[in-house]
Each structure stands twice: as structure tokens, then as C-alpha cells.
């Protein structure tokens, strides 16, 4: 069983930065995809961005050159550095372990970007 425990999330102004968090529990890390997605109020969950055990990343359009993914296999940790944030950015913030036959999801973060 992995649990994982995202944090970082809060209020900003449009412009500002947050760097969300996703602690995972187990010893599957290091060999999983990580990834962030997002949920929007009358939206549907939404992939952001990913990172692959090797490193390699991925960003859907909305944040590309704005959001950037790292992970740290030593402290089973994902990471979501995010600037400059806009108020569209405004949602639930999901972290979520894959690989294989397995999928688990942490109970997420709110973002909420106002002035």
C-alpha cells in the first residue's frame, strides 16, 4: 500500500509562485511515474504534468514554460514548482503514483489564485 501527502497549496496573487509537495509512503518510488493533476470547480480532472523514473517530463499546454516537475527518489518526494500563476490555475491539486498494474492518488491540495 502507498499513501501519499500532497502540501504546499494556499492563496497567492496572480503572478506570485507555490511549490507543491507529494510525499509517498512504500518503497515503490523510484520505479513509478509521478504525477500532478488538477480539478477545477465544474471541470474535470486534468493532467498537468508527469515525470518518469528516468526523469524524463511531460506538461499539458496550459503550463508549459510556467510549472516545472522534479522529484527527489532519495526522499520519496514529487515536487510542483509553479510560477507565475494565473488566476486559471485555481483548483484541487492531486498527486498521483503509477506504474505497472498500480495507481494511487493523495487527497490533494487547494491552489487558489486571487487578488
Known amino acids: 500500500q502507498v499513501q501519499l501527502v500532497e502540501s504546499g497549496g494556499g492563496l497567492v496573487q496572480p503572478g506570485g509562485s507555490l511549490r507543491l509537495t507529494c510525499a509517498a509512503s512504500?518503497?515503490?518510488?523510484?520505479?513509478?511515474?509521478m504525477a500532478w493533476y488538477r480539478q477545477a470547480p465544474g471541470n474535470s480532472r486534468e493532467l498537468i504534468a508527469y515525470?518518469?523514473?528516468?526523469?524524463?517530463?511531460n506538461y499539458a499546454d496550459s503550463v508549459k514554460g510556467r510549472f516545472t516537475i522534479s522529484r527527489d527518489n532519495a526522499k520519496n518526494t514529487v515536487y510542483l514548482q509553479m510560477n507565475p500563476l494565473e488566476p486559471e490555475d485555481t483548483a484541487v491539486y492531486y498527486c498521483k503514483i503509477s506504474g505497472g498494474t498500480y495507481a494511487y492518488w493523495g487527497p490533494g491540495t487547494q491552489v487558489t489564485v486571487s487578488s
Open positions: 512504500g518503497s515503490i518510488f523510484s520505479v513509478a511515474t
Open positions: 515525470i518518469t523514473s528516468g526523469g524524463g517530463t
